[in-house]
């Protein structure tokens, strides 16, 4: 263990001991663990543990004033609660913090590591420092702990890690860092997973791990943070901002005063004559490939209809919901339809947002030069076979999710996304009509182009749709 490092309990732990009994309970947060029959001994090290800590020599130290047997007992205390994640680990200089470390899920463990001279480690690539409050957080999607950076060295010796280092040469590199600091910061960060040791050819170890390879950092972090496992966020709906934030409207207000009407299809007639759904999942295709004649307006307003109208708002005690033709999370339904028209028959080109309580387009501009570029970013993730006849842009008001999910909103916006494009391609099939899907869009040029707040609504998913050949 780390001579200068503390082990202890999170801040806010509360240490309860019954009278008349030898049991004790510890609570931290929503984390309780409870000691039947502890020792003297095993009661004074928790005593320690809960008010400042002890490093390993002092815990062993109360061991040695207590009977034999006691150093088993008190380190299967530190092995108890650092499994329950009741143990932080903090690493000192000159009497003060330089570095936590706290641990955030059940997988971790803190491993203990050779770090001495000549031996090298690097940053791994996954981890990043972010501000929380006034100190800087180190984390990673590969690690189950952060560290928490107190004063000038821990950013310092983190910069520094940015290239393979030894501990004499993190040292000499920063005046006013100790070989001892050095040499303690790079095992607390080794011991957490936020190192990776660097070979004799400079390649690090994380590098021979293949599948790990093939994750950028991006990726990771989303699929990490988004998940639970990983990290101690609060997790689903928890409503954080109720009681200071209203929430946002099912339906949005109407962007412009020049409104299309769309036809409605007959549904009752469409329930005896459609396409049976064997035949429609099973003729499911991309195409991007049109007819000479373009796509109809009446065309898009039946697929309009059919695929994402609002059927109605629903009164709930926290916010209004909704009931579309596709699922949504909660019954939130963030997304938005805009409609960029290219050619459309009884349609004038520009760009439209869909009002899919009135099922109506309000127009919002024409073939601008912000238009035409959101056509040719379509044609080009497409391949570049031919510019799309009207590229449906999807949105998402962030904010109608964000007020009641945490950490899983925007995950659950790339699924209502998948969610409405396999409903689209349906019902396109069914329809006749050419659907594909688009992998990838500019959502700074959509917002521009369409007027919209960048972190309050832009585009997650673009969909084409034409005439078929």
């Known amino acids: 263990m780390l001579g200068s490092m503390t082990m202890s309990l999170p801040a806010g732990t509360e240490v309860q001991e019954e009278v008349g009994s030898e049991r004790i309970t510890v609570r931290a947060g929503q984390r309780q663990l409870s000691l039947c029959g502890a020792s003297p ?19 062993g130290a109360i ?22 994640r009741l143990l932080t680990y903090t690493l000192l200089s000159e009497g003060s913090p330089l570095a936590v470390a706290e641990p955030l899920a059940d997988g971790f463990r803190f491993h203990r590591t050779q770090v001495g001279p000549g031996r090298r480690f ?16 180190l984390e990673s999607p590969t690690c189950h702990a952060r560290v ?9 010796l983190i910069a520094e890690l940015a290239q393979p280092r030894d501990s004499r040469q993190l040292s000499a590199g920063l005046h006013g860092v100790s070989a001892e600091e050095a040499e303690d910061f790079v095992g607390l960060l080794a011991g957490v997973g936020m190192l990776s040791p660097v070979g004799d050819e400079g390649k690090p170890a994380e590098d021979d791990n293949v599948p790990l390879t093939q994750w950028e950092f991006h990726d ?6 988004s998940r639970q496992g990983r990290h101690a966020e609060p997790f689903g709906g928890t409503y954080r901002f109720k009681g200071t934030i209203a929430p946002l409207p099912a339906v949005k207000p109407r962007m412009s005063g020049e409104i299309v009407a769309l036809d409605k299809p007959d549904l009752a007639r469409l329930l005896e004559t459609d396409v049976p759904f064997a035949a429609v999942v099973e003729g499911r295709r991309s195409v991007r490939r049109y007819g000479a004649t373009p796509i109809t307006a009446r065309q898009l307003g039946e697929f309009l209809y059919r695929s994402a109208r ?43 947002h869909y009002a ?31 510019k799309p006849q009207v590229l449906i842009v999807l949105s998402a008001r962030f904010q109608r999710l964000m007020w009641k999910y945490q950490s899983l909103a925007y995950a659950l916006t790339l699924k209502h996304v998948g969610a409405l494009y396999q409903t689209m391609y349906l019902v396109a099939t069914a329809m006749g009509l050419a659907p594909c899907a688009v992998g990838g869009g500019n959502s700074d040029r959509f917002a521009q182009a369409a007027g919209l707040d960048y972190y309050a609504e832009t585009s997650v998913g673009e969909f084409l749709l034409g005439s078929r050949a």
């Open 122 to 137: 690097i940053l791994s690539r996954f981890a990043f420092l972010r501000r929380e409050g006034g100190m800087l957080v």
């Open 310 to 352: 609002l059927r109605r708002v629903v009164a709930a005690e926290c916010q209004e919901l909704a009931s579309r033709p596709y699922p949504s999370g909660g019954a939130i339904y963030e997304l938005e339809v805009y409609v960029v028209v290219k050619e459309c028959w009884g349609l004038a080109p520009g760009l439209y």
């Open 356 to 386: 899919a309580d009135a099922h109506q387009l309000y127009k919002l501009s024409d073939r601008t030069a912000g238009v035409e570029a959101l056509l040719n970013d379509a044609q080009h993730s497409t391949g570049g076979e031919c």
């Open 63 to 84: 061991a040695d004033e207590a009977v034999d047997g006691a150093l088993a007992e008190i380190y299967f205390l530190v092995q108890k609660f650092a499994d329950a």
């Open 148 to 156: 928490l950076l107190h004063g000038w060295k821990g950013a310092a």
């Open 220 to 225: 990771l972090l989303f699929h990490a943070r």
């Open 41 to 59: 001994a095993v009661c004074a090290a928790l005593r320690v543990l809960a008010n400042g800590g002890a490093t390993e020599r002092r815990l």
